[in-house]
């Protein structure tokens, strides 16, 4: 986990950067400098990286680090994320309650140095621009919900036509980003082929895979259970004494678990064997989304298995259990279009 290497801590910022260059002497200790979040800072962080053959940890901070980022990985010098939350749990644990640029800097080369972090390889940092581009388009569909939700209740002409027409506006842009999001895909021979493989799972989709692939790029390499953590689906235990209360999922990726949500609701139409898991938990007695998530882990076990060994292939579905789930559909919308 390479936790007794050099780790150049970096709090980003829209304008500047606060960095922590821990001594060579003494990784406790060291300098606190701050640069201009443009090439010359990315430069200089790039020399004294090389100098200590340092690994650079950054937080992501809505897109201000990915011009550093890119720049590191294009000199060759290793570069590290790490997870916002856990840092801020480890400064509680130190007790430190202070929060600044300088401190967090030193924060985020303390919590590397102790605990490790997972140097990005080299196909991830193409995920990375994937990772936002895909959140830049789930952005402008939350827009886009609101202003049909808005539109069912305008009574004003007028203004149904404004918001009609920023509602088509939005499908364009939101169909320019679909396909820019599927080209970053078709440019990554590893992000292509794993893509091809994970449609192969009846439900799963072009928008599912993107998402993974930008928002989990873990997949593959990390246990069934670590995964579960980092997306959110993991039930978490509270106990003490002779009291134990209900166990609810918590934290996590949003984007990645609200993506595996949708796959699992397609996989219920088109997926046999998850459909029946899904009628069984739903025959226990738990409500929907209860049921639901247990089908999410399930999905991300096939999905991870598939990234993990390229032998493994998910088992067809029969043209029965096809037919008449496209039977179902039809007579669904046929009712919908008389109602």
């Known amino acids: 986990m390479n936790i007794g290497q050099p780790h150049i801590g970096i709090d980003m910022a ?3 950067f606060d960095a922590f260059i821990p001594s060579q002497k003494d990784p406790a200790t060291g300098k606190r400098l701050q640069f201009k979040n443009d090439l010359k800072g990315y430069k200089a962080i790039r020399d004294v990286a090389r100098r200590i053959d340092a690994i650079v940890c950054v937080e992501p901070t809505a897109g201000y680090e990915a011009g550093l980022v890119a720049y590191m990985h294009k000199s060759g010098v290793r570069v590290a994320y790490t997870d916002p939350s856990r840092v801020r749990n480890f400064a509680k644990a130190e007790g430190l309650h202070a929060k600044n640029d300088k401190i967090d800097a030193e924060l985020i080369s303390r919590f590397a140095r102790t605990m490790g972090v997972r140097i990005l390889s080299e196909h991830e940092f193409s995920q990375v621009e994937l990772h936002r581009m895909h959140q830049t388009k789930m952005a402008f569909v939350a827009t886009r919900t609101n202003l049909i939700s808005r539109l069912d209740t305008e009574s004003s002409d007028e203004m149904s036509k404004l918001l009609q027409r920023e509602i088509s506006h939005l499908d364009k842009v939101i169909a ?18 794993l893509s091809s493989r994970m449609k192969e799972v009846r439900g799963i989709s072009d928008s599912t895979t993107v ?8 997949l593959g390499q990390l246990p069934d259970k670590k995964l579960f953590m980092l997306c959110g689906i ?17 934290g996590g990726r949003g984007d990645v678990r609200a ?7 397609a996989c219920l139409l088109w997926n046999s064997r998850l459909k029946a898991y899904y009628d069984k938990k739903r025959s226990e007695g738990h409500p929907h989304k209860w049921a639901m998530v247990p089908v999410m882990r399930k999905v991300l076990v096939i999905l991870n298995h598939i990234a993990r060994d390229e032998a493994y292939k998910p088992l067809p579905e029969s043209e029965e259990f096809t037919l008449r789930m496209v039977n179902k559909l039809k007579q669904g919308w046929a009712k919908r279009n008389m109602a």
Do not use: F
């Not at 978490?236 to 002779?242: E, L, R």
């Not at 993506?259 to 609701?265: E, F, S």
């Open 259 to 265: 993506a595996l949500y949708m796959a699992a609701t």
């Open 211 to 218: 998402a993974l692939l930008g928002g989990l790029p873990e």
């Open 176 to 193: 320019r980003l679909v396909q820019k999001c599927n080209e970053l895909v078709a440019s990554d021979e590893r992000s292509e082929k």
């Open 234 to 250: 993991a039930p978490v235990q509270k106990q003490s004494g002779n009291k134990e209360w209900t166990r609810k999922i918590h």
């Open 14 to 16: 829209k304008e500047k």
